[in-house]
Each structure stands twice: as C-alpha cells, then as structure tokens.
C-alpha cells in the first residue's frame, strides 16, 4: 500500500477542480477547504481528509446556521456523512444525511445551484445505498436524482458538476441494465462520457472514475447488444478498466474498478482469459476492508461472487471439479453475509443454483441438484414479474428440474422443466441480453425431449430440432462456451429424425456434423466426451443400416475416446458411455461372432453397473443386460454375477429418500421377473442357497425399506446409546413422513421430498456407522441363507420359481442342504397361460354360468400345478423326517407369476387322492425375514396381560355404490356368542369408522366384515371399506403395531391378491398389515362368498379351542375349511381363504 504522503504526490488537493459556488472560496475559504478534504477521500480514502472535513464543517453548521450559506454547509455535510456511511455502514449516517438535505428544502427556491448539489448528493446517498445492498428501488431513485441533476446543470452550464454528475448516472445506468434492464434500453452517456474523460486531464482524479465508470458501461452495452464477432464494446471497456487503473493506483474504488476489467477480460470466453481475470478478481477480494464490524457491502459481494463465477468458468473450460468445489463455496460464503431481506440475495441464489447444477451433472449427488431446485425457487419468490431475474430464476429453476429428470427419470420433473423452460424461452426471446441463458434453456429442453425420443415419444423430434437450431444460432451470436456442445446435439437430433423418418440423408448430414465440430473443436474442451459419445451414437446407427466393419470400429474408438477424456472414474456420465460401448461391443460380436467382444461387452456392462455415483436406473439397466447377455452365450458365472449385482441395486431403487408411491413405480418399471431370473441362473450353477438369498433379496423390496426404518434399536442402546438415540429419532420421522401427500404446493411438496432425502442420506450415515459397532456388523443387511434357514424352524418353506430360464421349487428344511425340485411342467410360458385363465375367469359376471365357469377354471389350474411338479414337492415334503405327520404345517413362497396361482389349491382332484389341502396345513410368507421378525414379535401371556385377549370386531354391511353384506351380522354375532364374547369390542355398521377403528392399537386381535376394493393399477389404493370411507393399503401400513398386534381375520373379499404388474410385491392388505406389525392374517385370494363368513368363523374360533394364539390360526382355518369342504362347498369359495404368517 502506497503512503498518505506518497499518494498526495500522486494527486494533491489543488489538482482536484472545485464543484462548489463560484464565490464560496471567496466568502469562505473554511467550506472551500472542507469541500477539497472530502474530494481527497472521496478519491483516495484518506482518513486524515475526512477528519478534516468534519473538524472544519461541524463549527460551520452552526455558525451559519440562519446564513445564506447554510444550503451549501448542510450539502457537504450530507457528503461527508455519505462517505462515513460507505466506509462504516450505520445506517443512522445515511437517516442523519437525508434529514440535513432536507432542512435545505425550504431555500431550493433561492438558486438553481442549490437544487443541482443536492440532486447530486441525494444521487450518491442512494447509490451508496444500492451499493451496500443491492437494492433496485435504491438503484432506480439515484438514477432519478441524477439525471434531474444532469437537466439542471446543463441548463446552468455547471460543467463540473456536470461532469460528476455523469461519471456517476453512467456507473448507475450501467448496472441497472446489466442486472435489472432491457435490451431495448438505449445507452448516449456512453458517448457523452467519453467525450469528457478525454477532456479530462490525467492527474483529475474524476478522470479514472469516468474511465472506470465507461469500463462497465460498455461491458453492459455489449452484454445487451454486442456479438462476438463485433468486440468493439468489449475491447474498448478492458482499454477504459486498464487506463482507469493506471491514472489512480490507490483510488478508493481500486478493488471495484479490479472486479470490473476482471469481468470484462472473463467475457473473452477462453483458458488465458480466465486465468487473467481470476488474477484481477483475487486482487480485488484482498482490498476488501477486513473489519468483521462492519457489514459486508453488496458490491464487496459481487466480488466475491464474480470469483465463484470464474471458478465456474475455469470448471466449464477444463473441467476440474475443485473449481466448481471453489464457485459453490464462493456464493454460499456471500449469501451467508446477505440478510433475508437483502435485494442482493436473489443474484446470490441464482448463482449458486448455476454452480450446483454443474456439479450435479458431473458428480450425480442428489443434494446438488436440490440445492439448485431450492435457491432457483427462492430467487424466483422475490424476483420481480417483469424483471430479468424472473426470467433467470424461471430458467435456472426448470434447468434444475431438466436434469434431475434427465438423470433420476421423475415424471413430476419433466412436467415442471417442460413448464418452467417454456416460460423463460417465451419471456427471453424478447430480451437480447438473455441470448446466453436462452440457449441453455433451448438445449435443456430439446435434452429432455430426447429422453422422451429415446422412450418411444417420436412426435417429440420436430420440435426438439427446432430448439437445437435456435439454441445453435444463439450459442454461435453469443461465443457460447457450450457452443461446441450444442452443435453436437443438434448433429445427434438428424441421426434421430433418420431413425425415425429413414431418410439416408439424415444420416449422413448427422455423422458429418459430428466430424466437422469436433475437427475445429479444442482437445481440452471440457464437453469434449459428451460430443464423442454423441458421435460413436451416430455411428452406431449407421452400423445398423448398413454393416460395416470400418464404420464399427470408428464408433468403437469413439466410445474409448469419450471416456477417457471422461476422466473421472466416478463421473456418472461414465455410466451411460459404458453401457452404450457395452451394447455396440454386444452387437459387434453378434454380427462378427469374435468370442473376445462378447467378454469385453459383459465386462463393460459390469463396469456401468459399478460406477457409484452413476444413475441407479442406468447401473440396473447395465447389470441386467450384462446378466442376460452372459446367460444367452452360455456365460453363468458372470451371468450370476451380474445378477447378483442387480439384485443388490433393488434396495437404491426402493430408496427411503423417496416415498413408498416413488418406490413402487421404479420397482414396477424396472423389476418385474429380476428376483426370478437371479434364481434360476444360480440354480443353475448349483448354487440353490445363493437363489434363495437372491430371492429374499429382490422380493418385497418395498415392504422391506418400510420395515427397515422400524428395527429394533434395543441391542444397540446398550453399547451405543447417542447412536440408538439419532437413529430412533430419524427412524421415527422416515416412517412418519413415509407416503405422497396432496392440496399442497409444488414448492411445499419439493421441499417435503428434498428433507426427506437428506434424513435418508443421514440414515444411511447412521446405518453405516452401526455397522462398525462390534456385533452389529449385519446390522440391516440382506441376509445370508444360514440366517434364513431359521423360518424353517416350525415346518419346511418351499419357494417357487419360475423364469424363462427354468422353473423350480427350493424346499428348506431347519437342517440340511436345499433340495431343488424341478418343475418341468410348469415352464414360464404355461405358468402365464393358467395365470391369464384365472384372471379372465375372475372377471367374468358372478351369475350362475360365470361360477360354474369359474369353478371348472379353478380346477384346471389346481390340477396343471400338481401334474406340473407339485405332486413331487408333496412327496418330498412328506418324506421330510424331522416334521411329524400331525402337524403338516408348510409355508409356500411364491415368487413371480406364482404369486398370482392357488398353490394351497393344487391336486389331483381324482377320487381317493389327495392334494395339498388334504396332505397339508397351508401357509403363505412374502418372504423368509417376515416370518422370522413375526415369530421374534412379543408374544403376551393372555393370564399376565388382559389386553393380549381382546378382540376388535368391525363389521360394515353397507358401503356406498356396493352390495349389502347380508351376512356381516350374522358373523359378528359369531363372536357375540363364541368363548372370547367377554374380549370383544364391537363396531358395527355407522360405529365402524376409522377414528374408532384405531382401536386396533389396543386390540392384539383383528376380525374385518366389510367390502373390499382391489385396485390393480394402483394397490397402495386398495382398501377396506367402513362407514366413513376407505382404509386404504398406504393408510394401514402407516401403523406401527409390532408391540401389540397378533391376528387379523379379513372377512373381505380381495384382501391377499396380488397385482399382475409387481407379483413379487405382494402388495395386498394382508402382507400390509403384516407390515404394520400383525404375526398372522387371514385373507382371500379374490372375492369370497357373502354365506360362507358366518361358518367359515364359527370353525375358526371354535378350532382355536378358547386360546387367542397366533400360532394355531392357520390349524383353525385349515379344519374350518375342511368343514366346508366336506360340505361340498365349491373351490372357487372355500379356495379364496389364505394363511399369512405364524
């Protein structure tokens, strides 16, 4: 820092003109000598001056205080407190100025003069204002006072004052149109500013300001305007910032004047220019004052913000992921200095929601994106309607939204991308200066309009085309740095208008694009490997028309290309280059038959299926094709492996950051059959025990994730009792917060969404953590089949799996290895078929005719699963010797299209033989870790704990739009006469509605006479229906009942069925009130008989033999049943009644 004494060598105070009157020297050279003192540090920022001018004025307010001169004495005192008010910030200097200009008020009349300082001194007030918070009405009043002060100095020929009066409308003006104008804005002070600073001698220290008040005037004119072909603004601005620099090395506004030539130097769009202007900027930080006292003003952290935006640069052009770490780290240490109120928050936000989504796209980290989906939104809450930053918050907001979308496939993303970028192209194509951003927004959304392509959306190409070729014109007007990039996509939009018009031309216009801009484009070029990949597509496509091994091999190169100047292994880019490469390699050896591209595109799909920070769908994808690429060529043990490796990323899908309707819709896209698959290729490597872990890990993912977040923590609060502690607290928020709610706001609903992710980020921390606490290593892990063998310990499981691999069943017993039952009679393809017969039967009218066809159905498909290979199931589980032949007890896991088949149904139907109903007391299980929690579950002694014996009995005979139950009475009045009658609380017709219904919590034992409504597309909405509505699946799996619940008898008809579209979900009541704690449920696998209840629960309660135990519910269904059976009852009605659980 140079000396007082040597900057006073630089400029003195006689080289500063006066602006005052022309007699104030004359009759006062006191004010003449105050007026030079606040020039000096008006310029120079000495202290010393501005003690001086307040010793010299405060005596002079008084001694005038009834003069003449006290307008002149009350305006400079009004600049003296301004100054104090840029270096202190008190708001009281800037109250304290207003009030002094004011008290001249009343003597504006006396003189044209007096109303000219004081506009002039009004201006720098609410400049000084706007520079220490950016506030637009702040910036709009001292571009008011200033050109009044301009109208009136040039009708007096105040040509000093004019001067000043310019140099500080022309900074104002400047940066009310690069922040807040409009393109149309015209711009003459440029010129007129020019003409003075020329005039102007070098040592007048006016004459720096000027030129650095017409740098960052024709830095806002070329953003307006300018095109990169015509620099002209641009190098005349860097000209003004490099002179107003030289002329005044220590000038008050140095850091300003610094962050000023940085941003114009950083327009030049290139490496070199960055590192320059990154120079200039980093120079400028180090003059911001350092006194924590005093707040940090808006334009100290524009500076601060213009390092984050280079940094960003820096990260666009090379891409260096510290860069973007450093960009994001800037605008978040600004916005932490910023009030809520502050008008400079919004730039702030929109900034760091820039720098998010570029280290969203280059790391895939779920909370950089909704860091920029929140600061998008808060910014577009305060911007004004008609303002740019509206324009740019409706921009950066469906940005966000276009690549969460592009990367996690949301619906709801794409709906606000579309919604949000429409409306910012509307409103930027009307403002040049948004030629940048608009382009942007046009790529994003011709990207997310080729997703829609790529999903089957072809009607969606015209219009993508149209937004690439605008975005291209823009990118090329503007020196885009994304240009290259654009061209490229718009390159790969003819190769899609080829695949979906076949003209050849296309083609060709497409590949030949790709090779002219990447001919011209830098090898350093951060987008450079997205322009590979896009170009090894093109060939790809060509390949397919015409087979070529030259054009293969080009496109090969181009892949390897692409993803070396990835560079990042962990990029999740990465993944969608290496499945793609996996896929041409696939085809090449499909076509060529090189045994060495079939092992190099199964290891490529295995290495897309293991970047970590890769989309969770790509990596499935990945895995899933490896697997059945490598299971088609004979390749099982990679086959498995990759199996295994897609199994595994169920649980991610199923993710507890999103809520259980997201979970289900990414499970029903992505894993139908998958659990089913997996098993048969270990089966078929030998490896039984690894298909039963493969098919408790892949089936009831959804009922999984809901129950994880209700583990038992008790263990753990005893060695790590803080641990327990956060986990529990979480655990309880998770499960609370679990399901989609609705009547909210998008923002509230997105808000919602983004805490849950961060808790689930948290928990999986925690889990993690847990971990490595010595003894709970497996804490929350799939388990082992050692660990699961223990759901066999009361009778043998057997699982049955079909695949169109192979069709088997597991049999496990507590001892033993797995015994693998072939199923050859039931391949995949047959097992559809007596799926598809008993669904059409199903939905036949229920009139005479339709049950007889029904019941003749229902035989057939009995009979086809015992002569399929059930009948060899039977006789091996009757040969089991450890099982006496007096329980029978069985639990069947059907998995896949099993699930949706009578197993409890099947046998020979012959005279004299027996089938499963008689050999067996069936159960069912959705899965081995069920059952083995339900039998952990407290069980209370009835004669310890009175509550562990009652019985809550809901009967509703009437719901709107059904039949009346005209046995729902009669049912009930069952338990009004049964052994438990003292045990039982009634709720019965208008009584039965859900408030009271959460009684349950108290009643360990559930009986259910209602309607019940199954809803296939949909079955979180199916339900039970009571008198004040429906109790939906997703209302009953929000219970947490484990500490009390028992047995629910569901006398309803639908209440066990599984849906066709996620069989291994079992997402029925049943498995959901399983879920929400009970040991065993009683339901039915499609509509029962209104008659039959009453019977059906005298046998029951009967057959429990005055014991309320969960244990022996399925012998007391099972010898009910029986009753109707040897009754004649007909399959179709004694066939619908099923055993969950203990």
């Not at 949301?410 to 919604?419: L, S, V, Y």
Request: proline share 4%.
């Amino acid at each position: 820092m140079l000396s007082l004494e040597t900057r006073l060598n630089v400029v003195t105070l006689d080289d500063y003109p006066s602006k005052s009157y022309s007699a104030l020297a004359a009759t006062s050279p006191l004010l003449a000598q105050a007026e030079h003192h606040l020039a000096q540090f008006d310029h120079l920022a000495d202290p010393a001056s501005l003690q001086g001018a307040t010793t010299t004025l405060a005596p002079l307010r008084e001694q005038f205080r009834l003069s003449l001169l006290l307008p002149p004495v009350e305006i400079l005192w009004s600049l003296l407190l301004c100054l104090k008010y840029e270096l202190h910030g008190w708001e009281s200097d800037m109250h304290d100025a207003l009030r002094s200009l004011d008290r001249i008020a009343p003597h504006a009349h006396r003189g044209a003069e007096t109303r000219i300082h004081a506009c002039y001194v009004r201006g720098r007030l609410f400049e000084a204002e706007y520079d220490a918070s950016g506030s637009l009405e702040a910036l709009k009043s001292a571009q008011g006072c200033y050109q009044e002060g301009g109208r009136l100095a040039k009708q007096q020929q105040q040509g000093r004052m004019m001067d000043e009066l310019l140099a500080h409308a022309t900074r104002i003006k400047a940066h009310f149109l690069a922040n807040f104008g409009y393109s149309n804005a015209e711009f003459p002070e440029i010129d007129l500013l020019d003409t003075t600073a020329a005039r102007l001698a070098p040592a007048d220290p006016l004459k720096a300001y000027a030129m650095y008040a017409l740098s960052g005037a024709y830095r806002a004119r070329w953003y307006l305007h300018g095109h990169p072909a015509d620099k002209a603004d641009l190098n005349r601005g860097i000209a003004c910032g490099r002179e107003a620099l030289r002329l005044c090395p220590t000038h008050r506004h140095r850091r300003r004047m610094l962050h000023e030539l940085g941003a114009l130097i950083r327009e030049g769009r290139s490496s070199p220019n960055f590192h320059e202007s990154m120079e200039l900027i980093t120079q400028a930080i180090a003059l911001i004052p350092g006194d924590r006292q005093r707040p940090t003003s808006w334009c100290d952290l524009q500076i601060v913000r213009a390092l984050g935006t280079h940094y960003l640069g820096m990260f666009v052009a090379e891409g260096r992921i510290q860069d973007v770490d450093n960009a994001i780290e800037c605008q978040r240490r600004a916005l932490a200095q910023v009030g809520e109120s502050s008008g400079a928050k919004r730039h702030l936000l929109i900034s760091l929601a820039m720098c998010l989504k570029h280290r969203f796209r280059a790391t895939g980290h779920a909370a950089d994106i909704d860091g920029a989906i929140e600061a998008s939104t808060q910014a577009l809450a305060g911007a004004e309607a008609d303002g740019p930053l509206n324009v740019f918050s409706h921009a950066h907001l469906g940005l966000a939204h276009a690549y969460r979308f592009i990367y996690f496939g949301e619906p709801e993303d794409f709906t606000i991308a579309q919604r949000e970028l429409q409306d910012a192209i509307a409103a930027g194509r009307a403002k040049s200066f948004m030629a940048p951003q608009l382009a942007r927004c046009l790529r994003t959304l011709a990207h997310i309009y080729r997703v829609g392509v790529e999903r089957g959306k072809a009607e969606l190409i015209p219009a993508m085309h149209a937004y690439l070729e605008e975005a291209a014109t823009l990118a090329k007007s503007t020196g885009l740095l994304e240009m290259p990039s654009i061209f490229s996509e718009l390159a790969l939009a003819k190769g899609m208008k080829y695949t979906a018009e076949g003209k050849i031309a296309d083609l060709e216009d497409c590949i030949r694009a790709h090779e002219a801009i990447l001919e011209v484009t830098s090898d350093v070029y951060a987008e450079r490997h997205l322009m590979l990949w896009q170009y090894a597509l093109a060939l790809k496509t060509k390949f397919d028309t015409d087979v070529d091994r030259q054009t293969m091999d080009k496109c090969l190169a181009a892949f390897g290309d692409a993803i070396s100047h990835l560079g990042s292994s962990a990029d999740p880019r990465r993944t969608f280059y290496l499945i793609d490469l996996a896929a041409v390699l696939a085809e090449k050896y499909r076509v060529f038959g090189d045994e060495a591209d079939l092992t190099a595109a199964i290891r490529h799909y295995g290495l897309a299926a293991h970047v970590s920070d890769g989309p969770v769908k790509v990596r499935f994808r990945a895995a899933v094709l490896g697997a059945r690429l490598a299971f088609d060529n004979a390749q099982r043990v990679a086959s498995l492996d990759l199996f295994k490796a897609a199994v595994g990323l169920l649980s991610r899908m199923a993710w507890l950051g999103l809520n259980t309707t997201k979970r289900h819709r990414n499970l029903m896209s992505q894993a139908f059959q998958l659990a089913a698959d997996a098993a048969a290729v270990a089966i078929a490597t030998g490896q039984p025990e690894t298909a039963v872990e493969l098919l408790e890990e892949g089936r009831s993912v959804l009922w999984r994730s809901v129950l994880e977040v209700r583990v038992d923590l008790d263990g753990l609060e005893m060695v790590a009792p803080e641990l327990a502690k956060e986990l529990t607290q979480l655990a309880r928020t998770l499960d609370l917060e679990d399901f989609e709610v609705s009547g909210f706001s998008e923002w509230y609903l997105e808000r919602n969404d983004q805490q849950r992710r961060r808790q689930a980020e948290r928990w999986d921390v925690l889990v993690d953590a847990v971990r490595h606490v010595p003894g709970f290593e497996l804490f929350l892990k799939p388990l082992d089949f050692e660990h699961l063998r223990e759901a066999a310990r009361d009778g043998p499981i057997v699982i049955l799996n079909t695949s169109e691999y192979r069709s088997d069943a597991l049999v496990i017993a507590h001892t033993g290895a797995v015994q693998v039952v072939p199923l050859t009679g039931l391949p995949l393809p047959v097992v559809r078929q007596l799926m598809h017969m008993l669904h059409s039967a199903l939905q036949i009218a229920k009139d005479k005719y339709g049950l007889c066809f029904l019941e003749r159905t229902l035989q057939s498909v009995a009979r086809s699963l015992w002569q399929g290979g059930l009948d060899e199931v039977a006789k091996l589980l009757v040969s089991i010797p450890q099982y006496a032949e007096s329980t029978r007890r069985v639990w069947w896991t059907p998995a896949g299209l099993f699930s949706l088949l009578p197993i409890h149904c099947a046998g020979p139907y012959q005279p004299g033989e027996k089938g499963i109903p008689e050999l067996f007391i069936s159960s069912y299980t959705t899965n081995l870790s069920t059952l083995i929690k339900a039998r952990k579950l407290p069980q209370s002694d009835p004669e310890e704990s009175p509550q562990s014996s009652r019985i809550l009995a809901i009967a509703q005979p009437e719901a709107p739009g059904m039949p009346r139950l005209r046995y729902a009475r009669s049912e009930i009045d069952v338990l009004r006469t049964s052994s438990f009658k003292d045990s039982v609380t009634f709720l019965v017709g208008r009584e039965a509605i859900m408030s009271r219904a959460e009684a349950v919590s108290t009643h360990p034992w559930l009986h259910c006479v209602v309607h019940g409504y199954w809803n296939p597309e949909s079955p979180l909405d199916s339900a039970i229906w009571l008198a004040d509505g429906p109790m939906t699946l997703r209302q009953v799996v929000k219970l947490n009942l484990s500490r009390t619940a028992k047995f629910a008898f569901l006398s309803a008809c639908h209440t066990a069925r599984a849906t066709v579209h996620l069989p291994d979900e079992a997402l029925h009541m049943a498995a959901g009130l399983q879920v929400a704690g009970f040991r065993g449920v009683l339901g039915t696998t499609w509509g029962m008989a209104d008659m039959d209840g009453p019977e059906l629960a005298r046998g029951f309660y009967e057959n429990l033999r005055g014991e309320l135990k969960a244990e022996k519910a399925a012998e007391a269904l099972n010898a009910s049943l029986e009753r109707l059976r040897k009754r004649g009852v007909p399959m179709h009605r004694w066939g619908a009644f099923v055993h969950y659980g203990v």
